[in-house]
């Protein structure tokens, strides 16, 4: 398996950033969603919340530049209006990658409390405040929604591509045909 992507083809790299990111995010999401709802196991969920929500900050920087410095495979099939739509999803979802973990730690200082990532405390950047925490909950909670929305688009069109157009979409981006 090459390592780079080709004009037709993505490379291991970007499979590889796609299926560990993808798994990520949908494990931040649902714990960032029910970690009220699991007892015992409410701190383990909202610490490792934070956790993945950090790893993916960091990692989406790293994920950019690949993407920058490979050439993008093209649409299996062109088709103006549909490839706009799928590639705005794409934008949005590399912002969300960025904004989700900011929009929580920002949250997390205006409630004057800092996250942990692997035991170590993150120094806050803002202060308390209780007029802004408020605020800062509901912009995550939102950007979590629109995650939520672009997600079952994204998954949607993939399974389109695969089981009623019965073309290559779905098959490229998997490790084994
Ligand atoms: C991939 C990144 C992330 C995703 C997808 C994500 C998603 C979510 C979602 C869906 C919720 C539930 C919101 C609701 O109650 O409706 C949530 C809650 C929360 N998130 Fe995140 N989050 C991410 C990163 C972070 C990071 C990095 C932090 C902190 C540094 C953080 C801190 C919190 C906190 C404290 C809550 C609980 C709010 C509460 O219930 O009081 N999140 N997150
Ligand atoms: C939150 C989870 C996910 C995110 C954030 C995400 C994000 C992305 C992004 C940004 C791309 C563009 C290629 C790249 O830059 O790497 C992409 C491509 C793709 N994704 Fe996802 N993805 C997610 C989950 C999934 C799932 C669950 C599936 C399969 C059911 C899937 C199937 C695909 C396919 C087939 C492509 C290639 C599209 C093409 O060649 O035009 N993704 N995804």
């Known amino acids: 398996m090459n390592l780079f992507n080709k004009n037709h083809a993505y490379g291991f790299v970007s499979k590889f950033f796609h299926w560990i990111m993808a798994f990520m995010l949908i494990g931040a999401w649902l714990m960032g969603n029910f970690h009220g709802d699991v007892g015992s196991w409410k701190r383990t969920f909202i610490i490792t919340h934070y956790t993945l929500g950090i790893i993916v900050f960091i990692l989406v920087g790293f994920r950019l530049v690949w993407r920058f410095k ?3 495979p ?3 099939k062109k088709n103006k209006w549909l490839n706009f739509v799928s590639n705005s999803v ?3 979802f590399y912002s969300l990658m960025f904004l989700m973990p900011l929009s929580g730690y ?3 200082n205006f409630r004057g409390r800092s996250p942990t990532f692997f035991g170590y405390k993150i120094p806050a950047l803002f ?4 007029e802004w925490k408020k605020f800062a909950y509901e912009t995550h909670e939102i950007l979590g929604i629109i995650l939520l929305v672009l997600f079952i688009m ?3 069109a993939a399974l389109y591509h695969h089981y009623v157009r019965k073309d290559l979409t779905l098959k490229r981006m998997l490790f084994f045909k």
């Not at 202060?127 to 209780?130: G, I």
């Open 106 to 108: 920002i949250m997390m």
């Open 70 to 72: 490979n050439i993008t």
């Open 74 to 76: 093209k649409p299996v």
């Open 90 to 92: 794409f934008t949005f």
């Open 154 to 156: 994204h998954v949607a």
């Open 127 to 130: 202060e308390k405040n209780v």
